[in-house]
């Protein structure tokens, strides 16, 4: 139930009629003479402005706690450090308003147009903001905990530095918003749409992310421990340092993702989606973590062989035979690099503690010596790379798009966490080359 309101004829503000001062703002918008609305510290708690129109007024620092502003058109108004606790403005036209810390706690912005305000270091706490358009709008260092915004529009805003703690943003639209830094620990951010949206080092810890589309987003060093990614879309986004420890990712969608160094301490995952047709690949207990926690660990192997689809074919098949001799994804082919003199860098993702641990300096020097050994006899097709070859290892997470470049001074260099299925149908001699790398692997293990 709305509290009564006063009526403007009960107003005023420097011993001046309020309806005095709207009448002569009002013939200011017209060209008509009057003057521009200066309601500066007015008192005006619980007043009726409905549907008034105040573009361009200046209420800085005005109090107008529980004052109903339905439907007010507010258009470039200044309310710079204004008390607005417990206000009423749904369906307010604010475009370009100045609400520069003002105090919003507990209003009703539901439906409000905020396209371009500033509402930096403003209030907002417990706050219903749910249909507002706010693309644009500076929420920087906003206090927005517990506010409601589902379904609003923030495209584009900048909310660095905010804190959304609790904050309900369901099916809000966040598309290339900044959130770096923003707090929003416990929050329900459930099927909101935050592609290519700015997260670096923004709290998500036990958030609700699920259905989320966060495609293209920056979360490095985001903490989102404990928060709930099930069935999200995390194509293309990064996720380098960000910490997920106990957060469930099932069925979240992870191509191309960038997750070098991420920590995935006890999470939860029974299964992912990857490719077009986002195939289901499964995982027991624990295999997620296991099989992910090392991606900032690698192993460089430097051989003496042209830089060609062939040697990209050799870190492929060193991959698979050391996965294959060890019964576990151990080795993911990272990328491959040009070096002088006619040499080659294979670089490998390490999956698997142990094996970094204890076998992979000994493993590294070993294959160089007898690989080295093998080529002096059987050189490799020198084959040109090209063009860019994506490698997909199967069964496991590594598919982030990297591709061959080539510039003046610098090497050409294929990279990353995964490449698409090179053109094996051209004649490499693969059947050899896999047999006798093969065999060279289950010598290093026996």
């Known amino acids: 139930m709305n509290p009564p309101y006063k009526n403007i004829e009960e107003l005023t503000h ?25 309601l500066r510290k007015a008192n005006l708690i619980g007043a009726s402005l409905r549907g008034l129109y105040l573009l361009g007024a200046d209420l800085s620092g005005a109090i107008l706690v529980n004052a109903d502003l339905r439907g007010a058109s507010l258009v470039g108004t200044t309310l710079k450090k204004a008390n607005l606790k417990g206000a009423i403005l749904s369906d307010a036209d604010l475009i370009e308003a100045n609400l520069a810390q003002a105090i919003l706690r507990e209003a009703d912005l539901s439906r409000a147009d905020l396209r371009e305000a500033n509402l930096a270091g403003a209030v907002l706490r417990e706050s219903i903001l749910d249909s507002a358009s706010l693309s644009g709008a500076s929420l920087e260092g906003a206090n927005l905990v517990g506010a409601s915004l589902s379904q609003a529009l923030l495209t584009k805003a900048n909310l660095a530095g905010a804190d959304l703690s609790r904050a309900a943003l369901f099916h809000a639209n966040l598309e290339e918003a900044i959130l770096t830094g923003a707090n929003l620990t416990e929050s329900n951010v459930s099927g909101c749409r935050m592609a290519r949206a700015k997260l670096s080092g923004a709290l998500l810890a036990k958030a609700n992310l699920h259905a989320a589309d ?8 985001a903490n989102l421990e404990g928060a709930n990614l099930q069935d999200a879309n995390l194509k293309w986004s990064i996720l380098k340092q960000a910490n997920l420890s106990c957060a469930n990712l099932t069925g979240a969608y992870l191509e ?25 690949i499964r995982f027991a207990e624990g295999e997620f973590e296991k099989r992910f926690s090392f991606f900032r660990e690698t192993l460089d192997l430097i051989l003496t062989i042209p830089f060609s689809l062939s040697a ?29 003199k006619d040499s080659t860098k294979l670089s490998f993702f390490i999956l698997d503690r142990d094996f970094y641990e204890g076998k992979a300096k000994f493993f590294e020097s070993y294959l160089r010596r007898a690989l080295e050994d093998y080529f002096k006899e059987n050189p ?67």
């Open 214 to 221: 966060l495609g293209g987003a920056d979360l490095t060093g």
């Open 14 to 38: 420097d011993n001046r009629p309020l309806r005095e001062i709207l009448e002569g703002h009002r013939s200011w918008l017209r060209g008509e003479g009057g003057e521009r609305a200066n």
């Open 380 to 446: 490799v097709n020198e084959e040109p790379l090209c063009e860019s070859y994506l490698l997909e290892e199967e069964g496991n997470l590594a598919f982030a798009r990297k591709q061959l470049t080539a510039s003046v001074g610098a090497a050409p260099r294929l990279g990353g966490e995964g490449i698409k299925e090179p053109a094996w149908e051209l004649d490499l001699g693969l059947d050899k080359l896999g047999a006798a790398i093969h065999r060279i692997v289950l010598s290093i293990f026996e």
């Open 256 to 280: 191309d993702a960038d997750f070098g160094g991420w920590l995935v301490r006890g999470v939860i995952c029974n299964y992912i989606r990857r490719g077009s047709e986002k195939e289901i």
């Open 312 to 340: 990209v074919c050799v870190g492929k098949l060193v991959a698979q035979s050391a996965n294959a001799v060890l019964n576990s994804e151990v080795l993911c082919l990272k990328g491959v690099e040009a070096l002088p």
